[in-house]
């Protein structure tokens, strides 16, 4: 994407915000906002500052996260202590995309943003779309996705695939930069999701006559 995704954090707890804001910040192509602690300052900033994302407690000083998920008109996922049967179907009910129970690590809240961007660059990528890219987007809001032969992908390897922008094709070192991790092993992770078919090599010879291989998503070039 060529803007960040800018993500609301709403939490009563000062220290608590300013830390996932730093999860937030820490990923690439995102960039958190001025956290709000209460039900009234989230509407003030969802109002103002026009987040692409919600990071929505349930427990908030002025009433509940939940009642405050039903009044937003933008996507939202809750992080929360709140782990009752009924605060998550009613989070589901009432649309968020995620719900992510406290404490989580960095690393939770960095697949679940990366999901999310999964998620955003599938549905923008055309104006109208057919069932087939509804199902491809909604399985992508889930953290952690499986590849094609079972086997569950790291963050970092969930990172190189989603750093291939559809219909592009890169080398592993434009792929390096763009993850923000060395040439071997942006190479490395390369070559195993080429293995289990998620991006394909294209050979692309230079002036020098040696080829380069380029990485891409499969079928959107």
């Keep these: 994407m060529s803007t960040d995704l800018r993500?609301?954090?709403?939490d009563d707890d000062f220290h608590v915000a300013r830390l996932h804001a730093a999860y937030v910040d820490s990923v690439a192509g995102?960039?958190?906002l001025a956290p709000a602690g209460s039900t009234a300052q989230a509407l003030q900033s969802v109002h103002s500052l026009r987040p692409d994302l919600v990071l929505l407690d349930v427990y908030l000083p002025d009433g509940s996260g939940l009642d405050l998920l039903g009044q937003l008109d933008v996507d939202t996922m809750m992080l929360t202590a709140a782990s009752d049967a009924l605060s998550i179907r009613t989070a589901t009910r009432r649309g968020a995309l995620a719900y992510l129970l406290k404490p989580f690590?960095?690393?939770a809240l960095s697949q679940q943003l990366r999901a999310y961007a999964r998620y955003r660059r599938i549905l923008d990528?055309?104006?109208s779309v057919d069932q087939e890219t509804i199902e491809k987007a909604r399985r992508a809001l889930f953290a952690g996705e499986v590849s094609s032969?079972?086997?569950?992908?790291?963050?970092?390897?969930?990172?190189?695939?989603?750093?291939?922008?559809p219909g592009e094709q890169y080398s592993a070192a434009e792929v390096a930069e763009r993850v923000g991790v060395s040439r071997a092993t942006a190479q490395r992770y390369l070559s195993t999701l080429a293995?289990?078919?998620a991006v394909e090599i294209q050979l692309r010879y230079g002036t020098t006559g040696r080829p380069e291989h380029r990485y891409g998503v499969p079928g959107r070039r």
């Excluded at 993500?7 to 709403?10: K, Q, S």
């Excluded at 032969?149 to 922008?165: C, H, I, K, N, P």
């Design 30 to 32: 995102f960039l958190a």
């Design 149 to 165: 032969s079972g086997r569950q992908r790291t963050a970092t390897e969930s990172a190189v695939l989603e750093s291939l922008e």
């Design 125 to 127: 990528r055309q104006q």
């Design 195 to 197: 293995d289990d078919g």
């Design 105 to 107: 690590t960095a690393d």
């Design 7 to 10: 993500v609301l954090i709403v």
